[in-house]
């Protein structure tokens, strides 16, 4: 049995890493570029979709302010990795909605994606919910139709996020995941869109990814982490 799935060792780890992150996020040196438009978001309530890729998971909790902002879960897929990922960041006060917002001609009931599309929908009504639109396999940085459709459907505002921090460990991981280290410079980035009327879905989902793309970069320059 691989250890991830064993619960023992995924509250352990999950337990760790939850204390680790909140320490580092205490230590580092925050630049926040365009803040503006979060501050409408968190000022206004309601329901909206936060976007990064899947390689920032692990900064994602600093980018949601809880004491100002509206409640927030994260989409979270259902392998054991993701379980625990899903105790890490629920540990912080981000409870997971476990399934899938990618469409990688699975069934629906491999990954919950049925499921968690109407669980999302629900959360939206009220507060705010965090996808990874590459998760949870990737390719890295390549958008699944999920976020966009969610955006059409339930006509929320999607925040598009980047994060980044140097130095840094770096995972080798499908997506060379990121996990930030103390006293480290770090940033975050923002950029919002509502779903346009009448686009197309595949045309969104390619400018969408480039945004996205946009604002890591963004934020990566800031910190001077390299590609």
């Known amino acids: 049995m691989r250890p991830l799935r064993i619960p023992a060792v995924q509250a352990s780890l999950s337990f760790i890493l939850a204390h680790w992150m909140q320490f580092c996020f205490a230590t580092m040196r925050w630049t926040h570029e365009n803040q503006a438009v979060a501050e409408g978001v968190w000022a206004r309530g309601g329901g909206v ?38 105790k890490a960041v629920a540990r912080q006060g981000f409870p997971a909605i476990r399934g899938s917002s990618s469409n990688k001609d699975k069934a629906d009931r491999d990954k919950g994606g049925s ?17 990874t639109p590459d998760g949870p396999r990737g390719p890295a940085r390549q958008m699944a139709e999920g976020l966009p459709m969610m955006a059409k459907i339930s006509k929320a505002p999607t925040l598009f996020i980047g994060m980044s921090c140097n130095p840094a460990i770096r995972l080798n991981s ?19 869109a509502d779903y346009p009327t009448g686009d197309d879905l595949d045309h969104v989902r390619q400018d969408w990814a480039a945004r996205l793309n946009d604002v890591e970069a963004r934020a990566d320059a800031i910190t001077g982490l390299k590609p």
């Open 49 to 86: 979709l936060c976007a990064f890729w899947h390689s920032r998971i692990g900064l994602s909790p600093a980018c949601w302010p809880l004491n100002r902002a509206q409640p927030a879960k994260a989409l979270i897929s259902l392998s054991a990795d993701g379980q625990f990922i899903a």
């Open 174 to 192: 499908w997506d060379r995941a990121i996990l930030p280290l103390p006293f480290a410079k770090g940033a975050i980035v923002w950029d919002i």
């Open 115 to 131: 499921q968690a599309l109407r669980a999302g929908l629900r959360q939206l009504k009220i507060g705010a919910l965090a996808i």
